[in-house]
T-cell receptor, first 116, second 106 residues
Framework: EAGVVQSPRYKIIEKKQPVAFWCNPISGHNTLYWYRQNLGQGPELLIRYENEEAVDDSQLPKDRFSAERLKGVDSTLKIQPAELGDSAVYLC??????????????FGPGTRLTVL | EDKVVQSPLSLVVHEGDTVTLNCSYEVTNFRSLLWYKQEKKAPTFLFMLTSSGIEKKSGRLSSILDKKELFSILNITATQTGDSAVYLCAEDKIIFGKGTRLHILP
């Protein structure tokens, strides 16, 4: 069974440019998470979807970040325009059932973004 | 503000030693406490704890939650070099600590 797939794995852009990350969760997983992880820190939740509904986006910087999960399957996270401080690893994860139920969460390999 | 604090931030031990990693939390509505292992890539899930005093065990790893004192511990017995990693704890997959970087010397 394929795990969580993310692309691209690495991205280098100049500040003020747009960038998009793609995530395909494990088949059948209805909960999808986007995290940002800075060096030496734990992941920071940006947005959580249950099916196609964003149920927690309180930490998403909405002035420049946007996300969508059309049809409740794969998801795209976009930054426009990127700033130097956005350099980080962007992780996508999925799980089978909503957060409050005992469940295992699976992470993708992440996209390492460098903003110059 | 909800937060999760891990200690120590780093730890170096010899192979065969036993280690205890700590995680304390302050959250408004506690739901669950999770432990992850992160090597050079993405975190991998270890345990999910929701009830106090019930130990979860997987091989040489075990974890327990104390909801009265608001903390959890992760124990690793007979450590091996492959246990070297960053161990993260999180509340409900939402609020993560900074992690404990564990290095096992051969």
């Amino acid at each position: 069974e394929a795990g969580v797939v993310q692309s691209p794995r690495y991205k280098i852009i100049e500040k003020k440019q747009p960038v998009a990350f793609w995530c395909n969760p494990i088949s059948g997983h209805n909960t999808l998470y986007w995290y940002r992880q800075n060096l030496g820190q734990g992941p920071e939740l940006l947005i959580r979807y249950e099916n196609e509904e964003a149920v927690d986006d309180s930490q998403l910087p909405k002035d420049r970040f946007s996300a969508e999960r059309l049809k409740g399957v794969d998801s795209t996270l976009k930054i426009q325009p990127a700033e130097l401080g956005d350099s980080a690893v962007y992780l996508c994860a999925s799980s089978l059932v909503p957060t409050r139920v005992i469940d295992t969460q699976y992470f993708g390999p992440g996209t390492r973004l460098t903003v110059l | 503000e909800d937060k999760v604090v891990q200690s120590p931030l780093s730890l170096v031990v010899h192979e065969g030693d036993t280690v205890t990693l700590n995680c304390s939390y302050e959250v408004t509505n506690f739901r669950s406490l999770l432990w992850y292992k992160q090597e050079k890539k993405a975190p991998t899930f270890l345990f999910m704890l929701t009830s106090s005093g019930i130990e979860k065990k997987s091989g040489r790893l075990s974890s327990i939650l104390d909801k009265k004192e608001l903390f959890s511990i992760l124990n690793i017995t007979a450590t091996q070099t492959g246990d070297s990693a960053v161990y993260l704890c999180a509340e409900d997959k939402i609020i993560f600590g900074k992690g404990t970087r564990l290095h096992i010397l051969p």
